[in-house]
Nanobody, 125 residues
Framework: QVQLVEFGGGSVESGGSLRLSCAAS????????MGWFRQVPGKAREAVVV???????PDYADFAKGRFTFIGDDTKGMSLQMNDLRPEDSALYYCAARRTRGLWCRRNENQFHYWGQGTQVTAST
């Protein structure tokens, strides 16, 4: 059973930076597909970025391009460097992983089977 634990959420002023980390354990194969998702109360959860943690090219949502960076660490997990944070980035951020490596790693949350508990990110004006 894969377990995921997020670290690094917090509050920053608009324009600030945060780095989220997701520590993974229990993978039985290398180079898993993992991703970051976020959710605001009352809205659907949305994908931020997904990638294979060793060999992949990260697939970013449009709002994340140029500001967020996916950093993979194979079966140990991943990090998300977030720069130039805006109030609209405030959300509960989740780490997720697929239970098989598969041939594709895409921003579809239905493909992800394991989830962390979430960490809150707040960017204020």
């Amino acid at each position: 059973q894969v377990q995921l634990v997020e670290f690094g959420g917090g509050s920053v002023e608009s324009g600030g930076s945060l780095r989220l980390s997701c520590a993974a354990s229990g993978f039985t194969f290398n180079d898993p597909c993992m991703g970051w998702f976020r959710q605001v109360p009352g809205k659907a959860r949305e994908a931020v970025v997904v990638s294979y943690t060793r060999s992949g090219v990260p697939d970013y949502a449009d709002f994340a391009k140029g500001r967020f960076t996916f950093i993979g660490d194979d079966t140990k997990g991943m990090s998300l460097q977030m720069n130039d944070l805006r109030p609209e980035d405030s959300a509960l951020y989740y780490c997720a992983a697929r239970r098989t490596r598969g041939l594709w790693c895409r921003r579809n949350e239905n493909q992800f089977h394991y989830w962390g508990q979430g960490t809150q990110v707040t960017a204020s004006t």
